[in-house]
């Protein structure tokens, strides 16, 4: 492989990272990005690994998406152990959950938000100097076209004019029960329920049909036209029927589709249009985030945010420097003194702003930072768990990753230390097992501690749909295991 740069980002981020491959090799410096130098035929997860071992430098897009997905966090770990420079280029202003914040928090980020193009050739400079190679200004402006429909909206300029343009778009499905998807009534997709499912189509109008999995009879249709341009999309099907058993409650359910309302920019300022385009939310504020659970976050011409419904109506006052998206009713936020805390949909303070730093909520726990010291709090505010420890994760499936020294391992809810820190590296719990190191080896254990597939591997990532992809040898030949650490090919 002959590159310098692998470009690591999620699915839904494709225009950004298309946008930073574009200029870094308009300065004579060769990107690896997937999809498009995945060798075909090749496995995907070997081309990945291949193409991080062979680069010098990672550039990592981050945003709100990035920072949610689990391949992105393996291509990260990939790099940090292997001592690749990585840099991250920051789209939009989501706080970095505990798994980055390890890797890169001593890292130099280059902060691209609001408007990312600006930062593009101060980017490829940044690379040219880790590479050691000269620096030569562009004689003509590169001009990007944005994303108009990518959930994270803070980072996109609308000014600009199209120069790149993709033959098909990756459209994103969010559903919260698994479906068959069906196009022109023949199945091309199953859907799977609080995953990424993407699939690509050229621009066009379709008809798309949604049928449950488990009731197949509860189906549902709807036209999507897929405008010429679009790099990305997104929609949401919400259906009531994936916990429901008896028949007589299978009466009461109905399909319901979220009304999808894509960020807007018009005159410097931005607002909500609907699938057909009509303006639903005059363009008033500087910024706008995605709406969750019914509401988005606006920040007005003060700089300051709160919190509109899909009628524009300012249900929380823009009084905050700074919120995140509301999960489970509640959404952090940060106050006048640059202190997090937590508001519910009222817009009271549930948990006042007391932390340094607040994360948002896994296991019915946040893990914040007050002083320099960790603790874990209840959706009250009330301080559960003091830490003791050098180091503190978020809760995921019951248990924390925490590091003492140079070891790590796990706490249970009530901060007992129920799997000693003796791990040289470690990883969340993920289906009942996590993946931990010593030696140099990989291996997998249970809740309890014990080893349940051997410590062998030189790569390991952790379990996802019952399998995980390891490697045993030199030449980053990966392959699949079960729980039972079977070969399955």
């Keep these: 492989m002959n590159h310098d740069v692998f470009i690591s980002y999620s699915s839904k981020d494709k225009a950004v990272a298309d946008a930073v491959c574009h200029v870094i090799e308009q300065h004579d410096m060769q990107c690896w990005i997937a999809p498009r130098d995945v060798n075909p ?21 981050y945003s709100k998406e990035s920072n949610q997905s689990e391949h992105v966090a393996n291509e990260v770990d990939r790099a940090f152990n292997e001592g690749k420079t990585i840099i991250p280029f920051l789209v939009d202003d989501t706080p970095m959950n505990d798994e980055f914040d390890y890797y890169l928090a001593r890292k130099h980020w280059l902060v691209a938000y609001p408007h990312y193009a600006e930062q593009l050739e101060n980017l490829a400079k940044a690379i040219a100097n880790v590479l050691g190679v ?34 098909e778009a990756e459209i994103h499905f ?8 069906l196009l022109f009534k023949k199945k091309i997709a199953t859907l799977r329920a609080n995953e990424d499912n993407a699939i690509h189509l050229k621009p066009g109008t379709y008809k798309l049909e949604f049928v449950s999995c488990k009731y197949p009879d509860i189906n549902k249709s709807i036209t999507y036209n897929l405008a010429q341009g679009v790099f990305t999309d997104l929609i949401v099907i919400k259906i009531l029927c994936c916990i429901l058993e008896h028949p007589e409650e299978r009466l009461k359910l109905e399909w319901l589709k979220i009304i999808k309302l894509k960020c807007y920019k018009q005159n410097s300022k931005w607002g909500f249009v609907d699938e057909e385009g009509n303006v639903v939310i005059p363009c008033k504020w500087k910024k706008v985030r995605s709406f969750e659970e ?83 709090i209840d959706k009250t505010g009330t301080v559960v768990i003091s830490s003791k420890w050098d ?24 901060g007992t230390e129920i799997i000693p820190c003796k791990w040289e ?65």
Aim: charged fraction near 30%; glycine fraction near 10%.
């Design 41 to 61: 035929g090749a496995r995907y997860a070997a081309e990945i690994v291949n193409g991080i071992k062979h680069c010098r430098v990672m550039v990592l897009v």
């Design 134 to 167: 000269e620096f030569k200004e562009l004689s003509f402006k590169t001009e990007i076209q944005p994303n108009i429909d990518c959930q994270n909206n803070d980072n996109l300029d609308t000014t600009t004019v199209d120069q790149i343009q993709p033959v």
């Design 174 to 181: 969010e559903v919260d029960a698994d479906c068959d998807l």
């Design 294 to 376: 019914e509401l988005a976050g606006v920040q007005n011409d003060e700089d300051r945010w709160g919190f509109i419904n899909k009628a524009g109506i300012e249900i929380i006052p823009c009084i905050w420097r700074n919120v995140w998206d509301f999960k489970e009713g509640l959404a952090h936020v940060v106050n006048e003194n640059w202190q997090e805390g937590f508001i519910d949909k009222n817009g009271g303070a549930i948990i006042p702003c007391i932390w340094d730093k607040a994360g948002e909520f896994h296991d019915g726990l946040s893990l914040v930072k007050l002083d320099g010291k960790h603790s874990y």
């Design 391 to 414: 180091y503190c994760c978020r809760f995921y499936d019951g248990l924390a990753l925490v590091k003492k020294g140079d070891k790590w391992g796990y706490i249970d809810k009530t």
């Design 425 to 489: 590296n470690a990883d969340r719990f993920a289906e009942g097992l996590a993946r931990v190191m010593i030696n140099g080896k990989w291996g997998y254990i249970d809740k309890n501690g014990h080893e349940v597939i051997p410590l062998k591997f030189k790569y390991a990532e952790i379990f996802k749909d019952g399998f995980a992809w390891v490697g045993d040898n030199d030449d980053n030949t990966l392959f699949r295991i079960d729980k039972m650490g079977k070969r399955k090919e």
